[in-house]
């Protein structure tokens, strides 16, 4: 079976076992926490190891994650590793937030910034994207020097870029198409 299916299947069955037991909002928290443990490169080594016997991946799961999220959530990740799909987990969580989102009428939205950004202005960009797009919205931030000023964001597959970098870089290039002309 491909990685896809997998990733979907487990997915779907998660988000569905969710809404059944009414905790959607927390395993979808849980998810995010879970998603972001999985790009550790020692989790994900970890998880990898076909020598590492289920039982020491369980227990590792289990100092990582309980008290911090649902049961449920423990279970399920459980349930990954008793069917030897836990090398999928970065995938199925990534799919579970997607179809979290798309199930509840989220945007995800990256924003890259300079520098860091108030919660204030976080709040205001948040808001006016919900209203010219009718949806709630998830807003993530990044830092990144490289932008110089100005801001990048990505809402899902598209992208408005309006940093400081862009601007220079589409002035070097007007540069050196003039004087490749002349």
């Given at each position: 079976?491909?990685?896809?299916k997998?990733s979907v299947?487990?997915?779907?069955?998660?988000?569905?076992?969710?809404?059944?037991?009414?905790?959607?909002?927390?395993?979808?928290?849980d998810?995010?926490?879970?998603?972001?443990?999985?790009?550790?490169?020692?989790?994900?080594?970890?998880?990898?190891?076909?020598?590492?016997?289920p039982?020491?991946?369980?227990?590792?799961?289990n100092s990582?994650?309980?008290?911090k999220?649902?049961?449920?959530?423990?279970?399920?990740?459980e349930?990954?590793?008793s069917?030897?799909r836990?090398?999928?987990?970065?995938?199925?969580?990534?799919?579970?937030?997607?179809?979290?989102?798309?199930?509840?009428?989220i945007k995800?939205v990256?924003?890259?910034?300079?520098?860091?950004?108030?919660?204030?202005?976080?709040?205001?960009?948040s808001?006016?994207?919900?209203n010219?797009?009718?949806?709630k919205?998830?807003?993530e931030?990044?830092?990144?020097?490289?932008?110089?000023?100005?801001?990048?964001?990505?809402?899902e597959?598209?992208?408005?870029?309006?940093?400081?970098?862009?601007?220079?870089?589409?002035?070097?290039?007007?540069?050196?198409?003039?004087?490749?002309?002349?």
């Open positions: 079976m491909n990685t896809s997998i299947r487990y997915a779907k069955a998660l988000l569905n076992l969710a809404i059944e037991e009414q905790k959607q909002e927390r395993i979808n928290d998810i995010k926490l879970v998603f972001d443990a999985s790009l550790i490169p020692e989790l994900d080594s970890m998880l990898e190891n076909p020598v590492i016997l039982t020491q991946k369980k227990a590792v799961i990582l994650f309980s008290g999220v649902d049961v449920l959530t423990v279970k399920f990740i349930i990954l590793i069917n030897k836990e090398s999928h987990l970065k995938n199925i969580s990534r799919t579970f937030l997607s179809l979290y989102r798309k199930k509840y009428g995800a990256n924003l890259t910034t300079a520098s860091k950004i108030n919660k204030k202005t976080e709040t205001e960009i808001e006016i994207i919900s010219n797009f009718k949806v919205v998830e807003l931030t990044e830092i990144d020097k490289e932008v110089i000023g100005g801001f990048i964001m990505k809402i597959d598209k992208q408005y870029d309006a940093s400081i970098s862009s601007k220079l870089n589409k002035v070097r290039r007007e540069l050196l198409d003039a004087s490749l002309e002349s």
